[in-house]
């Protein structure tokens, strides 16, 4: 694996690169970074790609945007447009989760030439300003995060409104996946930022992609801040997409990082037919 900087203008992502083969770039969520798509998982070097990940700009070891308003999907978009660039990647597939997979559809919309395959992995489109309340719960997690970090953070959220099993695990893997921030005030404007951005206008605009695509949704009993419904509601748009949804009994399909290497090598497969 190396490890590398790359400029997207004023912006630094830090990102990695390792195997060979055809071309795969990972996109994290909202406060995770890198390490949190496949979850560490080697699998797609492994099976023959050559995969490229990073920090979304304020995430990670990435730096701030130069404004704190300058979190929005356009921005994020050009900076994903700015790692295919220097990595010398045409096209790819993106395989992205929550915030990641609407940096990859705003590619796909925007860019269709530079996209083969999309994995859109616990979307949660949310219309600007159009649900005050939970945009109300963004907010207080990012002046939480802001004024007294982590634990303002976790603070802010409460208790995680998951089913009783899985609240310690949830509440650790929060804390760890923060703690990897260089720059947390970084992080609170992306939390105020991202939720009242849109990667496309309505979701009918879904259907002018046409490449193998697949939509991991999670249940909402796991995780209701993405919701099932916007992942059905996604794979219905898009021709001929393929949606996967959670087993009963077992973990969530989006934190088996080697389960959505598998799904991404499909999708990869699938382009290369």
Known sequence: MSETSIASGPVRLAAEESGEGAPVVLLHGLTATRRYVVMGSSALQRSGHRVVAYD???HGASSPAPEPDAYEYEQLGADLEAVLDDRGIERAVLAGASMGAHTSLW???????????????????????ADRERLARWDALSKGLRDDGIDGFLEAQGEPRVPERWRETVTRVIRQRLSQHEHLDAVA???????????????????????PTTVVASEDDIDPEHPRAVGEAYAEAISDARLITDEPGRSPTAWQGSQLSKLIAEVVEQAQT
């Open 56 to 58: 979304a700009r304020g």
């Open 107 to 129: 590619l796909a919309l925007q860019r269709p030439e530079r996209v083969v395959g999309l994995v859109l992995i616990t979307p949660a489109f949310l219309e600007p300003d």
């Open 189 to 211: 404007d992306a939390l105020h930022v991202v939720p009242r951005s849109a990667p496309f206008g309505d979701v009918a605009e879904l259907s002018a992609i046409a490449v």
